[in-house]
């Protein structure tokens, strides 16, 4: 098993690598006399079997460098049946379509084709249909890959993602892995830890869906303490015992210790005031049904993919509908930090950076579109409005000037900014909104990042050098002019959109859509037609009246 997922590892970065890519080469050495398997096939019997098998001919390339590499000598096929690789494959992908309950990753007449020649024998099979199971197992592996390494074919950056997917061309690799037998498979798996994890709770909620029947919850009508009694606690109970808040199962009616322990847990898991009070929002996130539960989680699932595989040990990751920033030292989340992120009408990109520099005590430059619109007003009615809000002109524009906010505890960036240099103009900064850090939900900004805790994590970013001591690091927040510190190495920064993650503690977290990212992608990965809102609806009316008038 292992050493075909490392096949299956390695071939999905060649698989779907980079259009410029050197020709593949045939390699004429292999021959029957020189190569282990001597069951090889010409290579224009690819083309017959395109034309008869119209699912698979969308691999043609892939089919062809592949083959070419090994001169068209057999992959799963041996003299004696089947190759252990192929049953690897087959239990591979039987497991894949058992965990992620998707039977579009199994190829048509892939299971019959490999049971009968499995049943059968190669001795008892017709020479035509030998060459056909070949291809079939290669067109399965292929499909197993797309759907499982790679997803669905969906362009991210039109659902607003923005961080690259890796292309690497190993397709060579691949052919030198068969034939050396040298499998490593964790050093080369392409996934993110947090795919790993997500699949793991998807088989929970799978078997949740299976095991349990599900009614809806009532808002209460009276405020439950510690000590009452009642069959709607009971009820509560049994729910929070299956989601795994509740450790040890209580089928009596009474409120206990342990109830509001579950509860607290539950919506600590759901980012939601944590208390013990059964409160309105808490019960609508328990009525959401388990199958929209597990569309979240195959969302979510997608996203993992996207996300590249963790290289650097230390980086710097905000999850936008989570309201946090995550350290990682040396592997490890560290500590968190609350943050407020775009509203939905200024959503935060999700993308990736290098943090490069710190700047102390920094200047905000106005954008043109304020000082057109909001301040130039008030400055021509009041001279003083410049000088009273902290403001100077510092440069002549084209048709008005060019204002800055100066350094102090009014600025609107507060005290320090962190820079990622990159072309949405995003970075992270204090603020003197510190009130706005106590809010639940936390989407306030125009797009940029405000940070909770920005001495904090100034202190985090230059530990290395002792130089910036806490007191120093206070002083320079406190300059009346700005003050550039670069970092002697940058560190790597990703903003990501995840509506549902496992924790550093194992716990499965949800979240509400704050952009309306997961419905957008739930449209394209479960073929639905896009959800039309009454406003929208109304304006492509009267845009359809104005065109036909």
């Not at 096949?7 to 282990?36: G, M, R």
């Not at 998807?202 to 439950?224: E, G, H, M, N, S």
Request: aromatic residues 14%; proline residues 4%.
């Amino acid at each position: 098993m292992k050493q075909f997922v490392f096949i299956a590892a390695c071939f999905v970065l060649s698989f779907f690598a980079c259009n410029n890519k050197p020709a593949i080469e045939q390699d004429l050495t292999i021959t029957k006399k020189t190569a282990f398997n001597s069951l090889f096939f010409d290579s224009s019997q690819l083309e017959n079997y395109f034309k008869k098998n119209s699912q698979l001919a969308k691999y043609k390339e892939q089919y062809i460098a592949f083959y070419k590499l090994r001169n068209y000598q057999f992959a799963w096929i041996d003299v004696k049946g089947f190759d252990e690789q192929a049953i690897h494959l087959a239990n591979l992908v039987n497991n894949a379509v058992g965990n992620l309950q998707d039977s579009s990753i199994y190829v048509s007449n892939f299971l019959s084709s490999y049971n009968s020649m499995l049943v059968d024998g190669l001795e008892n099979v017709e020479t035509n249909e030998i060459l056909e199971t070949e291809l079939l197992l290669t067109g399965q592996f292929f499909n197993y890959v797309a759907k499982v390494y790679k997803g669905m074919d969906i362009n991210a950056e039109e659902l607003g993602w923005f961080i690259p997917r890796k292309k690497v061309d190993l397709s060579k690799l691949l052919d030198t892995i068969i034939k050396s037998k040298q499998y490593e498979v964790d050093s080369y798996l392409p996934f993110n830890s947090q795919y790993y994890k997500l699949q793991e709770q998807l088989k929970v909620y799978y078997q949740l869906q299976k095991k349990y029947t599900w009614d809806t919850f009532a808002i209460p009508t009276k405020v439950y303490k510690k000590g009452d009694s009642s069959v709607y606690i009971k009820k509560l109970k049994n729910y929070l015992f299956r989601f795994g808040d509740l450790k040890i199962q209580d089928t009596s009616k009474k409120y206990t210790t342990e109830t509001e322990k579950a509860i607290k847990s539950f919506k600590r898991r759901f980012g939601l005031p944590i208390d013990g009070n059964i409160s309105k929002r808490f019960v609508q996130e328990l009525n959401v049904s388990i199958k929209t539960r597990i569309e979240q989680l195959l969302v979510n699932l997608e996203r993992a993919r996207w996300l590249p595989a963790e290289k650097d040990s230390n980086y710097i990751l905000v999850n936008i509908p989570e309201y946090k920033m995550h350290i990682y030292d040396s592997a490890v989340n560290k500590w968190d930090i609350n943050v407020i992120v775009g509203k939905a009408a200024t959503s935060t990109v999700i993308f990736t950076g290098n943090l490069k520099h710190i700047v102390f005590s920094p200047y905000w430059r106005l954008p043109t579109s304020i000082i057109k619109n909001e301040v130039m007003p008030k400055y021509r009615k009041d001279k003083s409005y410049l000088a009273r809000n902290g403001m100077e002109i510092y440069a002549k524009g084209d048709s008005f000037p060019l204002i800055r906010q100066k350094p102090g505890p009014k600025n609107s960036l507060g005290l320090v900014k962190f820079l990622f240099p990159n072309s949405y103009d995003i970075y992270f900064h204090d603020t003197p909104e510190r009130s706005l850090f106590g809010a639940n939900d936390r989407s306030f900004s125009h797009g940029c990042i405000r940070v909770g805790e920005p001495a904090k994590l100034a202190q985090y970013l230059l530990r290395k050098d002792t130089t910036y001591k806490p007191q120093i690091i206070d002083s320079l927040m406190h300059l009346p002019k700005e003050k550039w510190v670069t970092l002697p190495k940058a560190v790597p920064v990703y903003l990501v959109y995840f509506t549902t993650w496992v924790d550093k503690n194992g716990k499965l977290n949800f979240r509400k859509d704050i952009y309306k990212h997961d419905e957008k992608m739930a449209n394209k990965l479960f073929d639905r037609e896009p959800i039309i809102s009454k406003d929208s609806l109304i304006a492509l009316k009267k845009k359809q009246e104005i065109k036909n008038n």
